[in-house]
């Protein structure tokens, strides 16, 4: 049972370079989300995506985008690479249940620790 | 959109003692509460959870207590053990926004 895996694990990156963070869950479920965490600090919002083909902006997401192609992959992609993106992000996914849709539990993917130079 | 503030941002106690963590909201309309422990270079991990209509829920030695009115929901540690030692956030998620907003975290050490 893989649940929410994420790769690379660790990444150094030029000032200016590209990449993307890969995350993926097989765990079916509809809603995902990409938070950072600076050193000691709480966990931002990215972006989310609430289905393929849907996503929105959370409460950091200049310098990011993302996309939603397939309910098991929601990718982030950094363009330009700056200092202030050192951080480390989690993937996340959850699912609703029951008649009501009730809000549940949020799994977290291992984690990327990215430095930008 | 939503807020939570958290408190402390650091907490020190002897083991055995009990460790309470507060937070606060700030749209009424919340209606999930979850609370996460982050041990050191970790994943946050699910402890214990809390919906708008309940007031109290334990699970062994942790319990979480929602005050709806005063829009603030506090996590309760009690007979603490070193393990016990990591960074818990709290979180809240409002319907229709589908988003989770973590609080700033506490880091709880358990002394031996």
Redesign the interface.
């Known amino acids: 049972n893989a649940g929410v895996t994420q790769t690379p694990k660790f990444r150094i990156l030029k000032i200016g370079q590209s990449m993307t963070l890969q995350c993926a869950q097989d765990m079916n479920h509809n809603?995902m989300?990409w938070?950072r965490q600076d050193p000691g600090?709480?966990?931002?919002?990215i972006y989310?995506s609430?289905g393929a083909g849907i996503t929105d902006k959370?409460?950091v997401p200049n310098g990011y985008n993302v996309s939603r192609s397939t309910t098991e992959d929601f990718p982030l992609r950094l363009e330009l690479a700056a200092p202030s993106q050192t951080s480390v992000y989690?993937c996340?996914s959850?699912t609703r249940t029951g008649r009501g849709g009730?809000?549940t539990?949020?799994f977290?993917?291992?984690?990327t620790r990215l430095t930008v130079v | 959109g939503e807020n939570v503030e958290q408190h402390p941002s650091t907490l020190s106690v002897q083991e055995g003692d009990s460790a309470v963590i507060k937070c606060t909201y700030s749209d009424s309309a919340s209606n999930y509460f979850p609370w996460y422990k982050q041990e050191l270079g970790k994943r946050p991990q699910l402890i214990i959870d809390i919906r708008s209509n309940v007031g109290e829920k334990k699970d062994q030695r942790i319990a979480v207590t929602l005050n709806k009115t005063a829009k603030h929901f506090s996590l309760h540690i009690t007979e603490t053990q070193p393990e016990d030692s990591a960074v818990y956030f709290c979180a809240a998620m409002t319907p229709g926004t589908y988003k989770y907003i973590f609080g700033t975290g506490t880091r709880l050490k358990v002394l031996a």
């Open positions: 809603y989300y938070y600090m709480g966990l931002k919002l989310y609430v959370g409460e989690f996340a959850t009730l809000n539990e949020a977290f993917g291992q984690g």
